[in-house]
């Protein structure tokens, strides 16, 4: 048993010997059997009499068991506490003896109090007896000459041992008590304690499941983010293949509007030559014609004549239609042309605003390139273009391919993916060689691929 002195100002002496100077913190010193402990000193005024009385005790240590009380021991109470308890194994019974291990310290030091009070009153009752035994001698050896004196003063010690004996009975009524309180004190911790295992036993049962949800959503966690991960690795694959094939595409109508340039150009050349040559023969006809006419010729030379001259001014009037015919139609061609394009460029954009909100969605959109799927064009813009191509080739042609032209008038309103990148055949050369009628595929393509996006998101909502 230690003692500490916590900065006091009347100070703290043990056997006579002061713990520490005045408002300074004293080392633990330890306590022994039968020291004398002095809390304070004592207080006087000018007149010397008493204001503040110091207390003084007498050190008593003991166990519990060494002073057994008339209704029992004090030691019963742990004894009873252990009995009264439940003898589980297994975690709930090491739950509820740390769950009562805190409160072991307050206990012991109720039972130290109780036990200290015990100390006190047997003391005051041997005490007591021996001052009984003492007054019994005294009262043997001292005679008295007046026998009532003597009568009185025995009454008087009995009321006084009667009256100690009924404070000394009381006190130990009231520790009685106390300890009863204490012991009942305890047996309602000790229900509460049994009462709050289940408790606890679920608690741990809640953390368990708890613990093992957290394991598995942090494993849901790690394949999502390996799926998120796949997912956008896929689309970035996606995407270069989209960008190549829109470079590609690209390439390829430069390509083609370069070489429907080029024959536009080389006609209107054919033209221009095939018109200066036949102004040229026209006027050598009008050379001949008049350098025939000084000599005398007859009326039936003359009106063949002018016969040929109007079959020449007719077939100049004819070329220079179809030299306005040619630059109307190739005027239309480039304005078709660039309406064309900024259809494409229209749908790219839509194909774009498509693809970015769905991007999270086109890792399993994998769209097969068709082989031999084809269309047909019902769009009546469509099959204005397709006219105007069929003139322009009817023009460009020889006068022999016109049959030819007319036996493929259907498959030319037929558009198929192989046949815009591989164009194997003869047949569909004419075809290929019309921007607009790729320009108007390409586009096509481009929607048919939007609306399987569109359908692909609806699959997955």
């Not at 304070?40 to 204001?51: H, K, V």
């Not at 025939?292 to 109007?310: G, N, Y």
């Not at 037929?414 to 569909?428: D, G, H, I, L, T």
Request: one cysteine or more.
């Amino acid at each position: 048993v230690f003692i500490r002195d916590l900065k006091s100002s009347n100070g703290t002496f043990l056997n006579g010997k002061r713990l520490c100077p005045e408002n300074v913190e004293s080392e633990p010193f330890i306590l022994n059997q039968n020291d004398h402990l002095e809390f304070g000193i004592d207080i006087l005024d000018e007149n010397g009499s008493l204001l503040h009385e110091k207390v003084a005790c007498k050190v008593y240590i003991s166990r519990m068991s060494s002073y057994p009380t008339p209704g029992g021991s004090p030691q019963e109470s742990p004894t009873k506490l252990h009995s009264g308890s439940p003898t589980g194994s297994g975690p709930s019974s090491i739950r509820s003896n740390s769950v009562s291990a805190g409160q072991s310290t307050n206990i012991d030091l109720i039972i130290s109090r109780l036990q200290n009070e015990l100390t006190r009153s047997q003391e005051t009752n041997a005490d007591l007896g021996s001052l009984k035994q003492g007054l019994g001698e005294l009262e043997r050896t001292i005679t008295v000459p007046v026998k009532e004196d003597e009568q009185s003063q025995v009454a008087e010690y009995q009321r006084l041992l009667e009256e100690n004996n009924k404070i000394h009975a009381m006190e130990i009524a009231k520790l009685n008590r106390q300890l009863e309180e204490t012991q009942s004190g305890l047996n309602a911790y000790v229900q509460k304690i049994q009462f709050l295992e289940p408790l606890v036993a679920e608690d741990e049962i809640l953390k368990r499941d708890i613990a093992q949800s957290t394991a598995e959503l942090s494993k849901v966690k790690l394949e999502r983010d390996l799926a998120k991960d796949s997912l956008n690795e896929l689309i970035n694959e996606h995407q270069q293949t989209m960008n190549a094939f829109q470079k590609e595409q690209e390439a390829m109508m430069a390509a083609l509007e370069a070489n429907h340039k080029e024959a536009l150009e080389r006609m209107a050349r054919e033209a221009a030559l095939a018109q200066e040559i036949m102004i040229q023969k026209h006027q050598e006809d009008l050379a001949k014609a008049l350098q025939s006419a000084a000599a005398p010729e007859t009326e039936s030379t003359l009106t063949s004549l002018k016969e040929k001259v109007d079959t020449l001014q007719e077939t100049v009037e004819n070329q220079t239609k179809l030299i306005q015919d040619l630059n109307t139609e190739k005027r239309t061609l480039s304005q078709a042309l660039s309406e064309t394009k900024a259809e494409v460029i229209k749908v790219e954009k839509k194909l774009e605003e498509v693809t970015l909100p769905t991007q999270e969605d086109l890792s399993s959109l994998t769209p097969a390139s068709p082989s031999s799927t084809s269309f047909i064009c019902k769009n009546p813009e469509c099959r204005d273009k397709v006219a105007i191509t069929k003139s322009v080739s009817r023009t460009s042609t020889a006068p022999g391919t016109s049959s030819r032209e007319s036996k493929d008038l259907t498959t030319k309103l037929e558009f198929s993916w192989a046949q815009f990148v591989f164009p194997n055949s003869r047949k569909n050369s004419l075809q290929l060689n019309q921007p607009s009628t790729m320009l108007v595929s390409g586009g096509f393509m481009l929607v048919g691929i939007g609306a399987y996006a569109f359908w692909h998101k609806g699959s997955f909502r």
